[in-house]
């Protein structure tokens, strides 16, 4: 099992940038294909990022993020990064932290961080 904690939201201007982070512990960090997802105020949530684990660090973004956010990971730190650049209002959402273990296919969820993008 695996314990995630989300922080780095906050409130930015249109255009902006934002880091968030996630730390992961209580199991081998390496094992898991770490995300970012967002869930907007009507509750849909929608895939943001995600990194493979183990050697490989193959990423895939949501169309609408493309070329503005960059994932990335830290196996000595547990951390994953989701570093957003060109800050759009509706990107505004609550930003959640997900790993899925790579042979297990469990998942588990960070309580998420909140961004708000507005002038």
């Known amino acids: 099992q695996v314990q995630l904690v989300e922080s780095g939201g906050g409130l930015v201007q249109p255009g902006g940038s934002l880091r968030l982070s996630c730390v992961a512990s209580?199991?081998?960090?390496?094992?898991?294909?770490m995300g970012w997802y967002r869930q907007a105020p009507d509750n849909s949530r929608e895939l943001v990022a995600t990194?493979?684990?183990?050697?490989?660090?193959?990423?895939n973004y949501a169309d609408s993020v493309k070329g503005r956010f960059t994932i990335s990971r830290d196996n000595a730190k547990n951390t994953v990064y989701l570093q957003m650049n060109s800050l759009k209002p509706e990107d505004t959402a609550v930003y959640l932290c997900?790993?899925?273990?790579?042979?297990?296919?469990?998942?588990?969820w960070g309580q998420g961080t909140q961004v708000t993008v507005s002038s």
């Open positions: 990194i493979t684990g183990g050697s490989g660090g193959s990423t």
């Open positions: 209580g199991s081998i960090f390496s094992m898991y294909n």
């Open positions: 997900n790993a899925a273990h790579r042979r297990t296919r469990n998942v588990y």
